[in-house]
């Protein structure tokens, strides 16, 4: 009598995940590493109180404008909505302004001036009061007596800001990727991960984890400086720097992203925490050098232009431009399709390398021997 078998029933345990599962688990697990760290809470609030504070004083250092004087000619009293903080002197032509102005008896001088766009024009000796110019009614030409010894006040300071913002931001969380993809290296915790996820969506997941802390930490600083410019009660400083720092936010999004994928591919040619400077030390220079220049040289308009189209400074220098009225409606969008373009080329160039030196162990893995796999 022959008896009936029943095939025994397979278990399958559960489905692997896919690229874009992959890569969210990994950002997930950045992310939360970072948010759980407690140096890490205590350094964004020390950033986010000495901002808070750096923005309320500047804005109250910017707004004082009382007692500051003034020359007037008749055919431009219209243009000045209020005199509240100014001392006004009333002149008969532009020569007495001139003369006023050049002997230091007042600090700038606004006059008619038919051949001026605006029909009026600004005259002032090296340098002029922003926040008196974002006062006046229409935007005026302005004209400088002694250019050489120009000095502009919240100009330095946005420049500073600017400046700051992309190397703390862009070093921190830089330095950030290139530590996880070492330690993980070092610990061989990289073998137990790319044998359940691709390679690529461990790189895709450390750079987004991070983009998105960095980013996370841009948006809250713009938001101390609304806070701040608010309560110092400076609406037309804030009116003239919105534009650029959205342009900043833009920019920074993907120049980090650019600089990320290029932290993470460095860091994966050597095996150990001390080997690290010696891959990404360019990078960090690329990093620096925005800074320095925005900060010595920010009223060059000559750097500042190059600085823009230059994708690892132009998150620094096109909204500094943008802020001085040095760019052109499309100069910012030129400047960020070659960010964009350059940030495709950085991604599959690191990704490549990435790829290509994670599982190498030992000695540091040479970069052409890294790009040809």
């Known amino acids: 009598m022959s008896t009936l078998t029943t095939p025994a029933r397979r278990t399958q345990g559960p489905a692997a995940p896919n690229f874009a599962q992959s890569t969210w688990l990994v950002a997930e697990r950045e992310i939360g590493s970072k948010l759980r760290s407690k140096s890490f809470l205590i350094s964004f609030g020390i950033l986010f109180g000495i901002a808070l504070i750096g923005v309320v004083w500047a804005g109250f ?18 243009l000045l909505p209020s005199t509240a903080g100014l001392e006004i002197t009333e002149v008969s032509d532009r020569a007495a302004a001139e003369d006023l102005v050049t002997a230091g008896d007042v600090d700038l001088a606004i006059v008619g001036d038919s051949a001026s766009p605006t029909g009026f024009t600004v005259i002032a000796e090296s340098d002029v009061s922003s926040t008196v110019l974002l006062g006046l009614s229409v935007p005026p030409t302005v004209e400088l007596l002694d250019p050489a010894g120009a000095w502009n006040f919240v100009g330095y300071i946005v420049a500073i800001g600017f400046g700051f913002v992309f190397l703390l931001s862009a070093q921190m969380f830089g330095s950030t990727i290139a530590q996880s993809v070492v330690e993980e290296k070092q610990t061989r915790v990289v073998e137990l991960l790319i044998s359940a996820i691709p ?9 987004i984890g991070n983009t998105v802390l960095a980013m996370g930490q841009i948006l809250i600083l713009a938001a101390i400086i609304v806070v701040g410019l608010t309560v110092t009660g400076q609406t037309e400083l804030l009116q003239g720097i919105g534009a650029p720092i959205i342009w900043f936010a833009i920019f920074f999004l993907f120049g980090f992203i650019l600089l990320a994928a290029l932290f993470a591919a460095a860091a994966a040619m050597v095996s150990r925490q001390e080997d690290i400077g010696s891959t990404t030390g360019p990078l960090i220079l690329l990093i620096m050098a925005p800074y320095f220049l925005v900060i010595f040289l920010w009223n ?8 823009s189209y230059v994708p690892f400074s132009a998150p620094v220098g096109m909204p500094m431009r ?34 290509n030196s994670l599982l190498r162990m030992g000695a540091r893995v040479k970069l052409m021997d890294a790009l040809r796999g």
Do not use: H
């Open 61 to 78: 250092a910017a707004g004082n404008t009382s007692g500051t004087p003034v020359a007037v000619t008749s055919d431009a009293q219209q």
């Open 199 to 207: 390679t690529r969506a461990l790189l895709a997941g450390k750079v």
């Open 300 to 307: 060059n308009a000559t750097v500042l232009t190059v600085m």
């Open 322 to 355: 943008l802020f001085l009225g040095q760019a052109e409606w499309w100069e910012p969008l030129l400047s960020l399709a070659i960010l964009f373009v350059t940030c495709i080329a950085a991604i599959l160039i690191g990704a490549k390398i990435y790829d």
